[in-house]
């Protein structure tokens, strides 16, 4: 085995991006390997959405508890809700050599970055900052208020794309998924992270 | 567009390794999009090679005129033969925005990295130094003493690998095609090459 260690890909971007739809497609394509890191909240539940699929919910009560048990890889508090990663399963994963897939908001991917700079993150974009605005509105669960509010920190998390690896414009839903699974597969033959093994690998003359 | 100009990919390895083999089945292949850039060589044509296709074949005195008008990209000596990259073909390429595939010697890939920095380095690695006798010796063009001179610089290149963005092993040719392939999508979303541009046309509210 050549990387034993799986990866941790990160996939983030503004809210309203689209981020939860590429990742259902991901895990709904039978090409995926890698397992998906289901994330906490104390958002309400939309339409459709499933307890223990979609996110773990739970109260602030609970949430709050979890932080002071040090049990997250990262959580943050977005438009009054908490969202978080918990942190034992993405663990047991790498080190059982399977990759972990997080979709998490920007605030979290920044955590994520100071504690495993080694992750890989992928930056998901809107095809303009106006297709975002059309996506907020068109989801029709959000008041006018808080998708101006979302508009402006888009505008800022846009800014953060400095700190991801790569950036994937999701434009058209099935294209994002099979770029991200590109991304994926040329990540484990990215030299640095494998030269070392790989070197020890070849020069056994077998 | 969101990046203008095309990516030069640089496929190397050890000789002997498969590199021929692997380029031919990435421009046999349907979604290949990107252009070869046909090498020139002094080297004896092999069984089923054609002029052209597969190398220019020329003397060694027109290869020393062409050097000499500064002609290649890279060229290097191998086993008393030259080998090199014309330049013209390449750099209208990537000015058309279409990527250009190199497949060349190990020399040749430094010599391209010192005078083109961003282009994406592929590195091609025999499953083992033992799989690399095999295929030369089945080869069969090849005397004993070329073989085992082919080993030992084989060794010398593998330890150039340092020098590549991404190292893939050569144990089944469409595996390896497809990697590639994984590779090149995945380079064209690398935020470091699109941030500036992708930047300037997110923020555009259509």
Known sequence: MINPQGLMIVLSGPSGVGKGTVRKAIFDHPD?????????????MREGEVDGVDYFFKSKKEFEQL????????YAQYVDNYY?????????????GRDIFLEIEVEGAKQVREKFPNALFIFLAPPTLGHLEDRLIGRGTESDDIIKNRIETAK????????????V???EVDAA????????TAEHHNRKRIEQQLRKHLLEVD
Not at 84 to 96: A, L, Q, R, S
Not at 156 to 167: A, G, I, P, R, T
């Open 32 to 44: 995926t390997e890698f397992e998906y890191s289901i994330s906490m909240t104390t958002r309400n």
């Open 67 to 74: 932080i002071a048990d040090d049990k997250f890889i990262e």
């Open 169 to 171: 414009i999701n434009d």
């Open 84 to 96: 978080g990663t918990p942190v034992d399963y993405c663990i047991e994963t790498i080190n059982d």
């Open 156 to 167: 800022k998390e846009l800014e953060m794309m400095s700190l991801y690896d790569y950036v």
């Open 177 to 184: 998924r099979q770029t991200i699974q590109s991304i994926v």
